[in-house]
């Protein structure tokens, strides 16, 4: 079983940057796909990226496209969300998620049924 655990949230203004780390310990997860999605209150949890095992292939919510990147180290079974140019409608909870299911699969994953292992989460708020 692994265990993930999210960091690096917090309050910023709107503008700000902010790095999201997503650390496994169990088991390594650098042979599978890697998400992050987030949770607003009320409303349901979300993609916001994805990234394969290898980091060849990512994926970006439209929302997010341009201000955000994911990238992993797999040396250090972990991976990590940029965020630049934060919005007050970043807001949100967000949790890291991984694919232990299939390894060394070239696809990333958007759909929250496609994961089976996720963090607690790390909250993150935008102030306008």
């Known amino acids: 079983q692994v265990q993930l655990v999210e960091s690096g949230g917090g309050l910023v203004q709107a503008g700000d940057s902010l790095r999201l780390s997503c650390t496994a310990s169990g088991r390594t997860v650098s042979s599978y796909a890697m998400g992050w999605f987030r949770q607003a209150p009320g409303k349901e949890r979300v993609i916001v990226s994805a990234?394969?095992?290898?980091?060849?292939?990512?994926y970006y919510v439209d929302s997010v496209r341009g201000r955000f990147t994911i990238s992993r180290d797999n040396a250090k079974n972990t991976v990590y969300l940029h965020m630049n140019s934060l919005k007050p409608e970043d807001t949100a909870v967000y949790y890291c998620a991984a694919n232990t299911i299939v390894g060394y699969s070239r696809n990333y994953y958007t759909r929250v049924v496609d994961y089976d292992s996720w963090g607690q989460g790390t909250q993150v708020t935008v102030s306008s």
């Open positions: 990234i394969s095992w290898s980091g060849g292939r990512t």
